[in-house]
């Protein structure tokens, strides 16, 4: 019974009474000599104490109608006494067991560590104890044994720098991106909306784990999307010249490849990337006998023979 809780009845001032008659020790029926301000086990059952300092038993009533007090089941040698047989006329005294007082005192030391509450497993009080983590706080939950668990909830946290990303379910307002996002317990996460960045550096300190999907638009020409392993180019970009060219294919997280295209703007030139090399895409071929006049870069002149 260490770890039961059983309401009793317990009335003060009871008076003493005595055996009405002898019992044997399987006795369920008890008749007492006087019955008067006796608890009657109408809300919760009461604990008598027969033969108190002689042949002592403690019995736990389920009832009383007039003298007569009904045994629960099991009830006689309650708390840790024996069933005994008694004769007529010994004491029988309404009592407060020492299981009540210990059930008391359990209670009042359940708690072990600052931050505990009690709460019921549907049966009996028991410890729920602290999460230990800051920022936890009791929840109902319907899974758990005592309906209750220690959580965290979902967080607002507006900052310029990322918070520590201990704990899930925390959102994260980064004021350096205007950006909302969420954190899985490890990594704080972008949604797949598309980022402006101004340059290569700036997407990879502020998109430093990327998703499949995610797209970027750099510096306010490059049109850009991330497939799972590297950034690929969208459409034509745009670039000052072939430095500015070469320096954003270059980058590790981009890389070359087959049907790159590119426009540079210093010459008008489009390119197209294949085996290896640039392929200028946009030359005007003049077939003439004689120079065209106003010619641009990169343009051709092809004079036939007469």
Known sequence: MADAYQRKEIKGGVPPT????????TATSITIADATGWPDG????????????????????????GTTLTVITDGRGYDETTAASHNAGVTVEHVLDAGTID???????????????????????VRLGVAGTDGFVLQEDSGEATG??????????????????????????DTTLDRIRISDGTSWLFDNDMFVFASIAARKSGLSSPVAGQV??????????????????????????????DAYYGDAT??????????????????????DEW????????????????????????????
């Open 216 to 245: 970027c638009v750099l510096g306010g020409k490059v049109l850009e999307y991330y497939d799972g392993s590297q950034f690929r180019t969208i459409g034509v970009p745009s670039f000052a010249d072939d430095t500015a060219r």
């Open 148 to 173: 209750l668990i220690f959580d965290r909830l979902i967080a607002l946290l507006i900052a310029a720098s990322a918070p520590s990303v201990t704990g899930a379910q925390r959102i994260w307002l």
């Open 103 to 125: 059930q008391a005192n359990r209670l009042a030391n359940l708690m072990t560590t600052k931050g505990d509450v009690i709460a019921s497993n549907g049966t009996n009080p």
């Open 254 to 275: 981009v890389g070359l490849y087959d049907g790159a295209m590119a426009k540079t703007e210093d010459d008008y030139a489009v390119w197209e990337y294949r085996q």
């Open 42 to 65: 109408a809300s919760n059952p009461f604990v008598i104490a027969i033969d108190r300092g002689g042949t002592e038993e403690l019995v736990l009533c389920e009832s009383r109608s």
């Open 279 to 306: 392929i200028l895409r946009n030359q005007k071929i003049t077939v003439s006998a004689n120079a065209p006049s106003n010619p641009h870069d990169q343009d051709v002149w092809y004079q036939p023979t007469s």
């Open 18 to 25: 005595t055996l009405a008659g002898a019992i044997n020790d």
